[in-house]
């Protein structure tokens, strides 16, 4: 390979969008640079009560145009720029956006720049929980099994229940649209100087685990799947794409618009895009049959095994399994948990209710001093409680949860579901509540496991990457004693933009393939959480009663669901 050739990952986050940029021979980081949107900070085209999350397409170019400059500019500048040879690109998924002919997004034009229907429906917007129970009903009247590879149920979090969801609820919008894209297929496609949606180059892994892509199928379901779901679909199928493409393969070289905006030569290879999990298990150094958990906001996760040995086996309530969604040659199996993070953000932001409303009215501090406490305290919130935690017997009559804040992502997709919390009495504090959500987080990990195995998918070992892994040695510690495997902690801070750089890597043609970008860029893990045995009995004792009040609430939930339609 020829030396000091460097690549460039970006890794679009649920928050912020963050760049790296690495010395394709070993991996070394150069410089990195993070971005938090500006215009999803202050919550606009939001409105979380209703599970409406929308993200500005200008966010996501403001992003990648600041965090790429910026990395070049730490990593000392044009004598690093010249040497660039590959830009990949990861993001959220699914979080799809209508565009016009051109491709370009309809929010990004005056008549639709503030109309949240035209801007990215992201992965955790809920809002088409109806359009998916439709389509999983109306999946069951084909003689095809169109849900075979997405786990046998499709979730509101994805692709064709959105689309479906926005055309019906806006008609301005509905008009407009001519094709509905992923972001990790928009980004390349700018990147590269796209101008028309038909030659957008789509990303295997989203197509395949969210819109229902098979090579089995010929691709999309044919048009009569969804035109006979709501006539309102009826053209998109056979207009949107027919081909996919695994992340080995480029995109195009980087429009002459863009280098010159980023300070880059000409001949910049652009990846087709990926999920960030997905790539992020290839940063993370994925093995078959290991469980790589990105545990963020959500925890996404991604186990690979060799296509050989999978033959026709299906795991059923998963979020889908495709050849070459992780690992070209092999199959990607993804799962996941809709609000892992999110439930200790939700708990923060309980407590923290005197801090945000009561503090501003005191009239014995002053406001720059009120504001220097809120960030004191807001910083030591978490990693306070997870500290008092650790500290509390463990005990089969503790307070028990269950995760599903954000609904229920693995296993069997469900987002109606809802968490809870039961045994509460007047001894429960605040550490004690926390602990009970952050088990019930760790117990809805297991069951992800515990379905891979039950389907004859052997799990051999665990994976952890993302914020929490890196900062919780409290939940880690939990998670390895609740599922009894150990976990090891990949080194990289960045690890899903690591993926993204061996990607680019291999697009540009510095190294062969992902397992040589993997061998050569990995540079292994830092810490090994080993579960403790003597805990086992206890767990196993807990978990069956997360079991159980897990049916009971999904019993629950079907009779309000029942009682209101009644
Ligand atoms: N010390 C901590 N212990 C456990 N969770 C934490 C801690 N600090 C932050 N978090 C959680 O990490 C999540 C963010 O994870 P991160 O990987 O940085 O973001 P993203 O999912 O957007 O990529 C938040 O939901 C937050 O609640
Ligand atoms: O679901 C997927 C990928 O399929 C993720 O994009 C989603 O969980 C978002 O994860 P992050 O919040 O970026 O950690």
Redesign the pocket.
Known sequence: MELNKYVIGVDY??DSVRAIIVDAANGKELASSVHYYQRWQKALFCDAPKNVFRQHPLDYLEGIEITIKDAIQKAGGKAVADNIRGISVDT??STPIAVDKTGKPLSLTPEFENNPNAMFIL?KDHTAIKEAAEINDHATKFDINYLKYVGGIYSSEWFWAKLLHIIRVDEQVRKATYSWVEHCDWIPFVLTGGKDASQIKRSRCAAG?KALWAEEFGGLPPDEFFSTLDPLLAGFASRLFRDTYTSDVSAGSISAEWAAKLGLPADVKIGVGA???HMGAVGGQIEPYFLSK?M???T?DILVAPNAEMKDKLVAGI?GQVDGSVIPGMAGL?A?QSAFGDTYAWFKNIVSWPLNNLLSSSKVIDEDTIEALKNEIFEEIIPELSRQAALLPIEETNELAIDWFNGRRTPDADQSLKGAVIGLNLGTDAPRFFRAIAEATCFGAKSIVERMIDEGVPVKGLIGI?GVAKKSAFIMQMMADIIGMPIKIHQHVHTCALGAAMFASVVAELHPNVEAAMEAMGGGFDVVYEPNAELSDVYAKRYKQYKGLGDFITFQTRQIEQSLSA
Do not use: K, L, P, Y
Request: aromatic fraction near 12%.
């Open positions: 986050g649920t959220t998924g992965w685990h999920f960030d999990a990105v963020g906001t959500s996404c979020c993804e996941g993302g």
